[in-house]
C-alpha cells in the first residue's frame, strides 16, 4: 500500500526553470527520501532527510521536510533537459523498509 | 564496483507457469529487498532479508510468492502459477544493513509479462 501521495502528478517546465514537488505521507517515520527513475527502470537515489531535519541541500537539489504537516518537497533549480524522469518520495520507520509515493513526472523542455 | 544486478531483465511467461526471478546484491551488503512496481499499484514492499534473520514477509501479496537468499548474497523470487496481474517490474535493491538510514541501491529491475 502506498504510503501517501505526490504532487504534481506531472510536471513540464522549460530549462532552466525550477521545477517542486511535493509529498505526503500518513505514519510517522525515521526519515525521508527522493528517488528519481528513468524510462521505468531502477532507481537512484538523490537524498535522505531525517525526521529531526527541516532542510537539506544536495547540489541543485533542495528537499524540505514538514514533520507536523507530514509533508516533504523537493525541489530541483535551474533544471535541465537530463532531469527528465520520475520522481519518487519513499519514507521508512525502524527498519529499511521503503513505502513510496505514487510519484511525480517531470518533463524538462530544452 | 559492481551494482546490484538483476536476471533477466525481460520475462514473457504464460498463465499458470512459475517463474523465478534473481538479484545479486552489492557485495558486503546485508540487507536485500524486493519490490514490484506496476500500473495500478506503484511501487510496493515485497519482503526483505537481513543477515541470518527471518525475512519480513509481510508485503508478498500472497501464498504464491515466495523468495530466497542463499548464502547470505544472492536471493531468488519465485511466482508460482502466474496471473496476469502478477505483470510488473520486479526491483531489487540491496544496502549495508537493515536500518532506515542506509541508502538502497537498486538493479535494473525485470519486467515480467504474464500472458
Known amino acids: 500500500s502506498q504510503q501517501g501521495e505526490e504532487d504534481p502528478q506531472a510536471l513540464s517546465i522549460q530549462e532552466g526553470e525550477n521545477a517542486t514537488m511535493n509529498c505526503s505521507y500518513k505514519t510517522s517515520i525515521n526519515n525521508l527520501q527522493w528517488y528519481r527513475q528513468n524510462s521505468g527502470r531502477g532507481l537512484v537515489h538523490l537524498i535522505l532527510?531525517?525526521?529531526?531535519?527541516r532542510e537539506k541541500h544536495s547540489g541543485r537539489l533542495r528537499v524540505t521536510l514538514d514533520t507536523s504537516k507530514k509533508s516533504s518537497s523537493l525541489l530541483i533549480t535551474a533544471s535541465r533537459a537530463a532531469d527528465t524522469a520520475s520522481y519518487f518520495c519513499?519514507?521508512?520507520?525502524?527498519?529499511?523498509?521503503?513505502?513510496f509515493g505514487q510519484g511525480t513526472t517531470l518533463q524538462v523542455k530544452p | 564496483g559492481a551494482g546490484v544486478s538483476q536476471s533477466p531483465s525481460n520475462k514473457v511467461t504464460e498463465k499458470g507457469k512459475d517463474v523465478e526471478l534473481r538479484c545479486d546484491p552489492i557485495?558486503?551488503?546485508?540487507?536485500l529487498y524486493w519490490y514490484r512496481q506496476s500500473l495500478g499499484q506503484g511501487l510496493e514492499f515485497l519482503i526483505y532479508?537481513?543477515?541470518?534473520?527471518?525475512?519480513?514477509k509481510s508485503g508478498l501479496p500472497s501464498d504464491r510468492f515466495s523468495a530466497e537468499r542463499t548464502g547470505g548474497s544472492v536471493s531468488t523470487l519465485t511466482i508460482q502459477r502466474t496471473q496476469q496481474e502478477d505483470s510488473a517490474v520486479y526491483l531489487c535493491?540491496?544496502?549495508?544493513?537493515?536500518?532506515?538510514?542506509?541508502?538502497?541501491?537498486f538493479g535494473p529491475g525485470t519486467r515480467l509479462t504474464v500472458l
Open positions: 532527510i531525517r525526521s529531526n531535519e
Open positions: 532479508f537481513q543477515g541470518n534473520s527471518a525475512p519480513d
Open positions: 557485495s558486503g551488503h546485508t540487507a
Open positions: 535493491a540491496s544496502s549495508f544493513t537493515v536500518t532506515s538510514s542506509d541508502t538502497q541501491y
Open positions: 519513499a519514507t521508512s520507520s525502524n527498519t529499511g523498509k521503503l513505502i
